[in-house]
């Protein structure tokens, strides 16, 4: 198994563009979720979905979009890329939103840069 | 006010020394509370998870709860240069615990941990 994987894992995007930072897990989890990290704040949960077709807000959605049409993909949109958003992501997994708690998998992260 | 508290540190201790991660929190539903591990441009691993209060040992790490006060920790013992990293709580709610917090968790800051030889 590969685990939860992340693609890129660098990218430097200018003020206004738009990108995908993909995630994809083959463990056949139900539960994923992404977080960004920045310095002093901890992980922040962006969007989390508990199975194909359903997602939900986490505590800093704005600016971000997902959507879950398969179990093994959760893409995540950044709409108008603004220096705000300069963070680095974590896609993480788990079997289902039952056992988030104690069994959650991190992908090794994006580290975005937005000029 | 944020929901979860955690001193960043930097904390740096010699090897062999005994370890203690801290973290306050605010939210009185949450019920699970976990403490992750991560190393340099890595991401996190979970380490400890706790449900509700008490202690919970594996190997050298013992993971602590305590409710009424609204604090846990994390104790590291023997602790060695293979410890060195950022070390993370987290906690979540029950579900159907009247709110909309359960299948989300909330991290703390991370607190960065050096072990020296």
């Known amino acids: 198994n590969a685990g939860v994987t992340q693609t890129p894992k660098f990218q430097v995007l200018k003020t206004g563009q738009s990108m995908t930072l993909q995630c994809a897990q083959d463990m056949n989890h139900e539960y994923m979720s992404w977080y960004r990290q920045d310095p002093g704040m901890g992980l922040r949960l962006i969007h989390y979905s508990v199975g194909a077709g359903i997602t939900d807000q986490g505590e800093v959605p704005n600016g971000y979009n997902v959507s879950r049409s398969t179990t093994e993909d959760f893409p995540l949109r950044l709409l108008s890329a603004a220096p705000s958003q300069t963070s680095v992501y974590f896609c993480?997994?788990?079997?289902?939103?039952?056992?988030?708690?104690?069994?959650?998998?991190f992908g090794p992260g994006t580290r975005l840069t937005v000029t | 006010q944020k929901e979860v508290e955690q001193d960043p540190g930097p904390l740096s201790v010699p090897e062999g020394a005994i370890v203690s991660l801290n973290c306050t929190y605010s939210?009185?539903?949450?019920?699970?509370f976990m403490w992750y591990r991560q190393y340099s441009r890595k991401g996190p691993e979970l380490l400890m998870y706790?449900?509700?209060?008490g202690n919970k040992e594996d190997g050298r790490f013992t993971a602590q709860v305590d409710k009424s006060s609204k604090y846990i920790s994390l104790f590291i013992r023997d602790s060695q240069p293979s410890d060195s990293a950022t070390y993370l709580c987290?906690?979540?709610?029950?579900?159907?615990?009247?709110?909309?917090?359960?299948?989300?968790?909330?991290f703390g800051q991370g607190t960065i941990l050096t072990v020296h030889p």
């Open positions: 706790t449900y509700s209060s």
């Open positions: 993480a997994s788990s079997y289902s939103m039952y056992t988030f708690t104690y069994e959650q998998y």
């Open positions: 987290a906690m979540s709610s029950l579900p159907n615990a009247g709110g909309t917090s359960y299948g989300k968790l909330t």
């Open positions: 939210n009185s539903a949450f019920q699970y």
